[in-house]
C-alpha cells in the first residue's frame, strides 16, 4: 500500500487571504481619495498575520496512513505525533457543518480499541473517502486502487472523483 497523506484543506486559507487583501486595498483607497492617515493602513496588513498563521499551522499538520499505522503529526518547533494501529481501529466518524459541506471538506474523528481519548484531524478535503480508506484497512481489505475484480484479476479503478476530493 502506498502512504496517503492527508493535511488539513487550504480552502479557508484562500478566503482569509482574498478578504485581507480586500480590506487593505479599501484602507489604501480611503487614504488616497480622503486624505487618511497612512497609519490606517497599518491594521490591514497586521491582519495577514492570522492566515499566515494558518498557512504554517496547516503546513505542519499532517496524517499518514502506511501499511498497518496511522501516523498524526502536528507541530512546527515542538512536535506531536500520535501512532495509531489500524487494526484497532473501532469508529471512524465525519462531521461536516453546513459551510463544510458547501465546499467538500470536514472533521474526520478516530476512537480506537483500548485509547481514551479521540483523534480529531479538523478540516479535510473528502472526508468521507479517507474514512472509507480506514475502515476498508481497519478490516483488512487493500487499498481501493489494489482490489481485484470477481471475474478477471484486473485491479478495480476507482469511479470518477467529485470535484475537491483527494485520491
Known amino acids: 500500500m502506498a502512504d496517503l497523506v492527508v493535511h488539513p484543506t487550504r480552502k479557508w486559507l484562500r478566503l482569509q487571504y482574498t478578504t485581507v487583501f480586500i480590506l487593505c486595498c479599501v484602507a489604501v483607497f480611503l487614504c488616497n481619495n480622503f486624505g487618511l492617515s497612512a497609519w490606517l493602513l497599518v491594521f490591514p496588513a497586521l491582519l495577514f498575520l492570522f492566515p499566515i498563521a494558518g498557512s ?3 503546513r505542519f499538520t499532517r496524517m499518514t496512513i502506511s501499511g498497518d499505522k496511522l501516523r498524526f503529526e502536528l507541530g ?10 489500524i487494526s484497532k481501529i473501532q469508529d471512524v466518524t465525519v462531521i461536516q457543518s453546513l459551510a463544510q459541506r458547501l465546499i467538500g471538506v470536514g472533521t474526520l474523528s478516530i476512537e480506537t480499541a483500548g485509547e481514551t481519548s479521540r483523534l480529531t484531524i479538523a478540516n479535510i478535503d473528502a472526508p468521507r473517502a479517507v474514512a472509507e480508506e480506514l475502515l476498508d484497512a481497519a478490516q483488512g481489505h487493500p487499498p481501493l ?10 485491479p478495480v479503478q476507482p469511479g470518477p472523483k467529485r470535484k475537491g476530493e483527494r485520491g
Open 76 to 85: 512546527m518547533l515542538s512536535k506531536t505525533t500520535r501512532t495509531i494501529q
Open 145 to 154: 486502487g489494489e482490489r481485484s475484480s470477481a471475474g478477471g484479476g484486473k
Open 56 to 58: 504554517i499551522r496547516v
